[in-house]
């Protein structure tokens, strides 16, 4: 057990010293950071001397072990855009992206899971029928094309909802928060929902193909012939028995809506850390692109990592196999 928990120890900070290495990369090919920070009427003694500064003067290899040790410490310069660190402006948007991510999860849990049981319990049900197409709407559809329907039918010709922000916001030190405001529960509700539809489809589509294939085995059956009622064979013994994968595809899908938020967010000028990301790309910000994708290589590595670990605590077989259902699931 210790040796297979070293083992996925090891493989996750390999993964994550590739990812350094393609963010290293970032700054290699992407432009000259002292041509983008200083302007053109900068003199040659202040380009040599901040490019002594960054350290660009040293070779390759020692500028990356450089940037190895400087990322594990939470450095990862300043922007070139904004002239502040990129930490501080990452601790000032990863709220919003928190809390978009949060309820989206939550919204995607509470009804793709109920929808995915009526479709399995009721397949020829036509609301079933109705809920299935719908989920193949979800996710087919771009989440970008959404949050634009959305923003045309309930922003601009009904006018229930704000078209674009955050709405009003309450500071808890360096934390804030829009759920404790109307406004910012307005805000909130068409970006979760359009990030939330794909989660939604995916976790229903999930919930109906395991609980058909429970309904299936022979203990429902037993359990059938012995007379419990339909509510204790289906959520007692035949939902239990399928929410594994979805419990691990929801730990998944939290880094998938971190990292894939950003289309949303610049949809909706939501202020979080996928709109910060997008703005770094049009200004070629090289510092916040590079800390945006090994944050949320982060996030996805921990998260497979700690689905691992939970499959490896709950299934004994995998602990003699040494293979974790996670990365099965992916």
Partial sequence: MLAIIVKRIGNAALVMLVVAFIAFMIFQFLGDPVQLMLNAQASQEERVALRLRLGLDQPVVMQFFSFVIRAVQGDFGISFRNQREVMSLIAERFPATFELVMVSTVL???????????????????????????????????????????????SVQLGWLPAFGRGEVVQFGTWSTGLLTPSGRLALIMPATSLALFQISFIMRLVTAEMLEVLRTDYVKFARARGLPDRIVHFRHALRNCMMPVVTMTGMLIGDLIAFALVTETVFQWPGMGLLFVQAVMFIDIPVMAAYLM????????????????????????????????????
């Fill in 295 to 330: 944050i949320v290589s982060v996030i996805f590595i921990t998260l497979n990592t700690i689905v691992d670990f939970i499959y490896l605590a709950v299934d004994p077989r995998l602990r003699q196999t040494g293979t974790a259902g996670g990365a099965n699931v992916r």
């Fill in 108 to 154: 995607a849990l509470a009804i793709g899971v109920p929808l995915g049981v009526f479709a399995a319990i009721n397949p020829k049900n036509p609301a079933a029928r109705i809920a299935r197409m719908i989920s193949m709407v979800g996710v087919s559809v771009p989440a970008f094309v959404i949050g634009i329907v959305l923003i045309l039918v309930f």
